[in-house]
């Protein structure tokens, strides 16, 4: 052989064996195939056959929901969809899982069945960035040094029965963009540490069982979007601190709270807020007229307060499609003009707003883009035919309690409606066959006449009208 060419051939070989070895490579190593079937011989129950491609002495690279580089697994993605009862994937979580040394995501969604404490694993596993464990039965307290997996990009435990505190250590997993806690029964208070985590984009704690002040921890945090705080016992005035989020925060929500004192002047100019939600708490006083200047403005909800008027008219606000008022002190007289005149509005909440007016001189820009209406508890007259004549996309009207006079024989109901609830007030006419096709209907304590239509409602439905007869009332 020429001395030349030997080289040449040698290359070639290694060419040929680096062709070869691709084959190999996609092979998983060995220990992440064990790590992944004691996984799977932890689960008790798969009935849609979530993990039936997990086979030994198959490549498990290639199982569904394992993610590869090069030979090693980095992501774990097991995906419980089905809300069939009796179809969810059962038993616990292995902490063979620890065996995944490469591991850097994990996302267990929607297990419902899954049970145990929270995954001690995760601190075995020294690349792990992201972390979700949502809608699952993990329970116990979260662990006090949870602040040592300072890799956590992403923290999801939502929707599990986690219980005791917000570890204070968690003032340490600095990289956190995203932290998800809601839905559980965690007790205490905030750490005030949480001022450490400046990265955070998006903080939800909603739906715990959290007291006392929210702390002012919200001057570091420059990159906060969405901040939920709601269904908590906070107590307290909202704080200042909040105020810094002006720039960025496009999603706020502490509804369902103890929260008290005015709506805070600071709730001014948050440029891109497209949701607030201060429903059901304790403030008090006048809606500051800063509320106004929030341009982004898609819902918002005030309802449940004790709130007092005069409301502030609503500027540079069409992409309001969502405004719920009920249950203050407000005594409105008419549904505002800016409301009105919104062009985007199609869920409309005014119970109990000391609305007094006739329908008759309501005319909304755009009645056809109306999805859900309650203006029960006011002092409203006037006739809703025209209004439903136009309504085209109503899906549910609600008007207890107030002084709608009109003939109930002559309203035409749209395809899509499903509820209609004019009990408690001057509703005169026949009812229509038309009502049968709705799923909820209250036409009680008006002056209707005459043989009701076939339905399935209960005579609580009909009672306290001048002389409807006819099954579920008695026989005409
Ligand atoms: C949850 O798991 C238990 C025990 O493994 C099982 O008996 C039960 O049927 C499962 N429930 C559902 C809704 O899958
Ligand atoms: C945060 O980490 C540092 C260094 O590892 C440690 O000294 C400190 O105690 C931790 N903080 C908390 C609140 O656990
Ligand atoms: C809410 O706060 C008020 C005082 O503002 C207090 O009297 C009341 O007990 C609190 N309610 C709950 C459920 O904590
Ligand atoms: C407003 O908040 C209340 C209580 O938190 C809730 O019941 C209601 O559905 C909300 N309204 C809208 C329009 O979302
Ligand atoms: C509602 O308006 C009518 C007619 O304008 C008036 O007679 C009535 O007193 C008003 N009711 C209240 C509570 O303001
Ligand atoms: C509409 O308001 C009435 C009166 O407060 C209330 O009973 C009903 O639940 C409300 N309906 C909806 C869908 O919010
Ligand atoms: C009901 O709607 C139909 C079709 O839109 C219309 O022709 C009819 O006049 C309406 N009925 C009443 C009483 O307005
Ligand atoms: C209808 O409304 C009345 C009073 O507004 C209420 O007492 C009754 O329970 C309601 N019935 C149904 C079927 O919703």
Not at 241 to 255: E, F, G, H, Q, R
Not at 338 to 346: A, E, K, N, R
Request: glycine share 8%; aromatic share 10%; net charge positive.
């Amino acid at each position: 052989m020429n001395s030349c060419c030997f080289p040449l051939f040698i290359f070639a070989f290694v060419i040929f064996l680096r062709c070869l070895s691709p084959i190999e490579a996609a092979t998983c190593h060995p220990d992440d195939e064990a790590g992944l079937l004691a996984f799977k011989s932890g689960i008790t129950q798969d009935p849609t056959g979530i993990l039936s491609s997990w086979k030994k002495g198959t490549d498990c690279c290639s199982w569904k929901g394992v993610g590869c580089l090069t030979n090693r697994v980095t992501g774990l993605t097991i995906n419980g969809q089905s809300d069939v009862t009796g179809s969810f994937l059962s038993g616990t979580i292995s902490p063979s899982l620890a065996k995944l040394q490469h591991l850097v995501g994990i996302y267990f969604t929607n297990l419902r069945n899954i049970t145990g404490s929270f995954p001690q694993f995760l601190f075995q596993l020294p690349n792990v960035k992201q972390v979700y464990f949502t809608n699952s039965r993990l329970s116990g307290p979260l662990p006090a040094n949870i602040g040592a997996l300072s890799e956590l990009g992403e923290l999801s435990l939502d929707g599990n029965l986690f219980t005791g505190p917000i570890p204070s250590s968690i003032s340490n997993l600095t990289r956190l963009y995203l932290l998800n806690l809601g839905d559980n029964l965690l007790t205490g208070t905030i750490p005030l540490g949480l001022a450490n985590l400046k990265l955070l984009l998006s903080l939800n704690f909603g739906n715990n069982r959290l007291s006392e002040t929210i702390p002012d921890i919200f001057k570091s945090m420059q990159k906060l979007q969405s901040l939920t705080l709601s269904r908590n016992k906070f107590s307290g005035n909202l704080p200042p601190s909040i105020a810094s989020l002006k720039p960025i925060l496009n999603y706020l929500d502490v509804s369902q709270n103890n929260l008290s004192g005015t709506i805070p002047t600071f709730l001014s100019n948050f440029k891109v807020l497209d949701s607030l939600d201060l429903s059901r708490n304790r403030f008090s006083g006048v809606v500051p007229k800063s509320l106004a200047n929030m341009p982004k403005l898609f819902h918002l909800n005030l309802s449940h307060n004790f709130l007092t008027g005069p409301l502030p008219a609503m500027k540079n606000v069409d992409g309001l499609a969502t405004l719920d008022l009920s249950y203050n002190q407000f005594h409105l007289k008419t549904i505002p003009k800016w409301v009105t005149s919104s062009p985007s509005m199609y869920s409309l909440k005014l119970v109990k707003c000391g609305i007094n007016m006739s329908l008759d001189n309501w005319k909304p820009v755009r009645p056809n883009i109306y999805f859900y209406i309650n203006l029960s508890e006011n002092e409203i007259s006037g006739s809703l035919t025209w209004f439903f004549n136009l309504a085209h996309n109503l899906y549910e009207f609600q008007a207890s309690g107030n002084k709608l006079r009109f003939d109930m024989g002559k309203l035409n109901l749209s395809e899509r409606l499903e509820s209609l609830d004019l009990s408690r007030n001057l509703v005169f006419g026949k009812v229509p066959m038309t009502v049968a096709k709705l799923q909820k209907l209250n036409l009680s304590h008006n002056h209707l006449c005459g043989k009701l239509p076939v339905t399935k409602f209960p005579a609580s439905a009909f009672v306290g009208n001048d002389c409807l007869c006819g099954s579920p009332l008695s026989p005409c």
